[in-house]
T-cell receptor, first 111, second 111 residues
Framework: DVKVTQSSRYLVKRTGEKVFLECVQD?????MFWYRQDPGLGLRLIYF???????EKGDIPEGYSVSREKKERFSLILESASTNQTSMYLC??????????FGSGTRLTVV | QKEVEQNSGPLSVPEGAIASLNCTYS??????FFWYRQYSGKSPELIMS????GDKEDGRFTAQLNKASQYVSLLIRDSQPSDSATYLC???????????FGTGTRLQVFP
């Protein structure tokens, strides 16, 4: 089975901090995605990547950046955390049949 | 109009009944459709995919697709309390691998 590992399950950060969310997959998938999930708004795409060093903006990229230096690792960076970035963050990879596999999620609270 | 729409629920059904979950989409050119199940506090997991008009069955789950009417549904037969979760409908954006998710329908199966 594909395994997608997100480094932290729960995270509490202060406003203005730089925050790194890490995602690692073990199946050599090219496509990786970062979503955030909020009540009533569903899953919204922040950034995605089709290959190493390649990134594309999703629907809500403002306040975020990403890094993909190696195929298996896709990092989401909050340059200066704000309270409106409190959310559940989900990393996903895309397999051969459009089946996204999600990591377990990181619940980030910015205080 | 949202790209993917679902009734937020909750949909309450008794144990053993058929639960019917519906989803409509706006892009008439969409070719593939996915249902994810998400337990509270967990990440989504893929349970069904469907590409052709008609029904696709997998155990107690049946996905139904009607492209002319632009809706896709998920039927759960012999509903169990363990089926209580939020069910997300997802559709790829045209010519990309990005999935657009509905906000989900919360299903409650009571004993």
């Amino acid at each position: 089975d594909v395994k997608v590992t997100q480094s932290s399950r729960y995270l509490v950060k202060r406003t203005g901090e730089k925050v790194f969310l890490e995602c690692v997959q073990d199946m050599d998938h090219e496509n990786m995605f970062w979503y955030r999930q909020d009540p009533g708004l569903g899953l919204r795409l922040i950034y995605f990547s089709y290959d190493v060093k390649m990134k594309e903006k999703g629907d809500i990229p403002e306040g975020y950046s990403v890094s993909r230096e190696k195929k298996e690792r896709f990092s989401l960076i909050l340059e200066s955390a704000s309270t409106n970035q409190t959310s559940m963050y989900l990393c996903a990879t895309l397999g051969f049949s459009y089946g996204y596999t999600f990591g377990s999620g990181t619940r980030l609270t910015v205080v | 109009q949202k790209e993917v729409e679902q009734n937020s629920g909750p949909l309450s059904v008794p144990e053993g009944a058929i639960a019917s979950l519906n989803c409509t989409y706006s892009d008439r050119g969409s070719q593939s459709f996915f249902w994810y199940r998400q337990y509270s506090g967990k990440s989504p997991e893929l349970i069904m995919s469907i590409y052709s008009n008609g029904d696709k069955e997998d155990g107690r789950f049946t996905a139904q697709l009607n492209k002319a009417s632009q809706y896709v549904s998920l039927l759960i037969r012999d509903s169990q309390p363990s089926d209580s979760a939020t069910y997300l409908c997802a559709v790829p954006t045209r010519n990309t691998d990005k999935l657009i998710f509905g906000t989900g329908t919360r299903l409650q199966v009571f004993p």
